[in-house]
């Protein structure tokens, strides 16, 4: 009994302790006009603290003020985080050295909940392995690119296009971020195992599954904003708070995943399917993958692939389009110069609104951030030392925007 109330009085009083430093020590009006103080013991987390709400802007910042683009972000009890947005320290990281980092213990536990051991979460043989699987001959054919064109046709101009078209008439606002999510969402997920959320049908329903997921992921990613893990874990093993809620969520989402898995073996077992011409996991399942836990891992691979990166690059493309008119003239010219229906091989000749793209993904990349652990003792290119088990977190969000007006560098593609 003892043992509980100390438990609980230490993860109570923690976080508000910390929130007592943060108004103590922390500026009310977060800057990244100059580095972070370094603190004995705290090193710099008062000042992640106060950028908790614009991190990632916040720690591109960072590695701009830094002439090698790498930045040492110093965390309590001497641990140490390296950002960088150097192309060099990048192209070492994730490639020239990608044996000697990986995503990690912390990483993996951290998401452990959600992403089980899908291939987002897992390294070495298992990463491997859920790569040549996904790069196999079965998923690379003539007929899933047809089935790919086919899924969003369809999505296209029955859901999104009528939708649009029907909010210019009405002179109806729409969050344009929540429409690409339900259009991509509806997207992968009949691409992907065949099921058809309509997420994006005309009255815009709410869809448990989709919700459920954004949560649970919301939830899984702030177990980082802990000082440190062992709080989330107390949270965990006594079932409140937050932990709680992930549990619930979670168990909604693999039970919604396992259901998804069922159905599809159900419908192999009658013959009701061809290899030729259905869904990933189909495919995947006929290729003799029977461990249910391993396939659900999967399908809610396919779906954080999937969704969040699709949906971000297309809001932040659309946003950076309103704001310079004449790529967004040059890109309706280009389209307009397409048949009605374009297939794949009209539109990858589309170049100027290929590379309109490219250049939205270099300023604002679908994923930010990508964090490596390096598993042993290294030097990056720019002199930086890396000890075992420092945390690498890769910014390409700054390379992309260091010295460039986005108007200017749009327009001038």
């Given at each position: ?31 990244s ?8 013991l ?44 150097n192309p ?6 994730l ?36 790569r ?15 089935f790919?064109?086919?899924v ?8 999104l ?17 929540d ?28 869809e ?10 919301n ?11 062992i ?7 006594f ?36 290899l ?13 993958h ?56 009209d ?67």
């Amino acid at each position: 009994m003892e043992l509980t109330a100390s438990l609980f009085l230490f993860l109570f009083l923690l976080p508000l302790l910390f929130l007592v430093l943060v108004f103590l020590n922390v500026s009310p009006s977060p800057s990244s006009d100059k580095l972070p103080k370094i603190y004995p013991l705290k090193g710099s987390s008062f000042a992640l603290l106060a950028n908790l709400k614009r991190r990632i802007q916040w720690t591109s910042d960072l590695i701009q003020l830094s002439p090698t683009a790498t930045y040492v972000l110093h965390r309590p009890l001497g641990l140490r985080h390296v950002f960088t947005g150097n192309p060099a320290t990048v192209q070492h990281i994730l490639k020239t050295n990608f044996s000697s980092y990986q995503k990690g213990d912390v990483f993996r536990s951290t998401f452990r909940d959600i992403l089980g051991d899908g291939i987002f979460n897992v390294d070495g043989d298992s990463w491997k392995f859920q790569r040549q699987q996904v790069s196999s001959h079965e998923f690379n054919t003539k007929s899933l690119r047809k089935f790919v064109e086919t899924v969003v046709d369809m999505v296209l101009n029955d859901r999104l296009i009528p939708l649009l078209s029907e909010a210019a008439r009405k002179g109806t606002i729409l969050d344009m971020q929540d429409i690409l999510q339900r259009f991509t969402f509806d997207n992968i997920c009949k691409i992907a195992f065949g099921y058809d959320p309509a997420c994006l049908s005309p009255s815009l329903p709410e869809e448990k599954f989709a919700e459920a997921f954004e949560e649970a992921a919301n939830l899984s990613s702030q177990r980082f904003y802990f000082p440190f893990p062992i709080i989330w874990r107390i949270k965990r093993k006594f079932d409140i708070g937050s932990e709680k809620r992930l549990r619930i969520i979670v168990s909604e989402i693999r039970e919604f995943a396992r259901k998804i898995v069922k159905d599809k073996k159900r419908e192999q077992l009658n013959g009701n399917s061809s290899l030729e011409s259905v869904d990933l996991l189909s495919r995947f399942l006929s290729s003799g993958h029977s461990d249910e836990e391993f396939v659900i891992d999967i399908v809610i691979s396919f779906i954080l692939a999937g969704r969040d990166t699709t949906s971000a690059a297309l809001t932040w493309y659309f946003w950076l389009l309103s704001r310079t008119p004449r790529v967004e003239n040059e890109v309706i010219r280009e389209i307009k110069a397409k048949s009605e229906a374009p297939v794949y091989e009209d539109v990858k000749d589309m170049v100027y609104t290929h590379a309109s793209l490219c250049e939205s993904m270099r300023f604002y990349p679908p994923v930010p951030v990508d964090t490596k652990e390096a598993i042993c003792d290294d030097i990056l290119p720019d002199g930086t030392a890396i000890k075992k088990r420092h945390k690498s977190r890769i910014s390409p969000i700054r390379d992309g925007q260091v010295g460039e007006d986005m108007g200017t560098r749009l327009g001038g593609v």
